[in-house]
């Protein structure tokens, strides 16, 4: 069936560092991708999206960009700040249906 | 618009009691969806509704479990009997059936 597989966390970096999370997707045809974030005590908000392969979504200086050929969405920022410590959700929605899937959750702390 | 509300935010019971979790959808979305957020199994989702109808409910976990959607502004999602695996925080999110779910801010239930 449908799924998202991300990368294990808890993930500590320096401030201004580099992030990588890495997400690859199982699905039949074409689904959208998703990065979600949710910030302690709070309910997930959208932070990109991309909905063809090749497209790349952005949003907060965070970046994605949907590789159908390696079935993968990996998430990137240049430089984290102490405000983007929260957990990340990499999902997807089966064109089929109105479906979504969420990977288990990686959790991003950044120290200044 | 003031989102999707979730009540109540928290929520201890004694195991063998009822709970009727509460969740107002974002007016006109026609889509929504009761998710349960663990450690272990991450995000699940539980059931989900298209204009007030039941369409997926292969999430419930079991026969304890029911939701509901009278109309469209209101949904509940009732466990009865409850049991101390049971403690989660559940989310309800709305779409309007595009690529973006909205999510409240959880149900935090402790059943003891």
């Known amino acids: 069936g449908d799924s998202v597989t991300q990368m294990e966390g808890p993930v500590t970096l320096s401030e201004e560092a580099f992030l990588t999370i890495n997400c690859t997707y199982t699905?039949?045809?074409?689904?959208?991708l998703f990065w979600y974030v949710q910030y302690p005590g709070e309910g997930l908000q959208l932070l990109l999206k991309a909905t063809k392969a090749d497209d790349k979504g952005s949003n907060k200086g965070f970046e994605a960009t949907y590789r159908k050929e390696t079935t993968s969405f990996h998430l990137e920022k240049g430089s984290v700040q102490v405000s983007d410590s929260a957990v990340y959700f990499c999902a997807l929605r089966t064109n089929t249906g109105n479906q979504f899937y969420f990977g288990t959750g990686t959790s991003l702390t950044v120290i200044p | 618009d003031a989102g999707v509300i979730q009540s109540p935010r928290h929520e201890v019971t004694e195991m063998g009691q009822e709970v009727t979790l509460r969740c107002k959808p974002i007016s006109g979305h026609d889509y929504l969806f009761w998710y349960r957020q663990t450690m272990m199994r991450g995000l699940e989702l539980l059931i989900y509704f298209n204009n007030n109808v039941p369409i997926d409910d292969s999430g419930m976990p079991e026969d304890r479990f029911s939701a509901k959607m009278p109309n469209a502004s209101f949904s509940t999602l009732k466990i009865q009997p409850s049991e101390p695996r049971d403690s989660a925080v559940y989310f309800c999110?709305?779409?309007?059936?595009?690529?973006?779910?909205?999510f409240g801010s959880g149900t935090q239930l402790s059943v003891l």
């Open positions: 699905a039949t045809g074409y689904p959208s």
């Open positions: 999110a709305s779409s309007p059936g595009y690529e973006k779910l909205f």
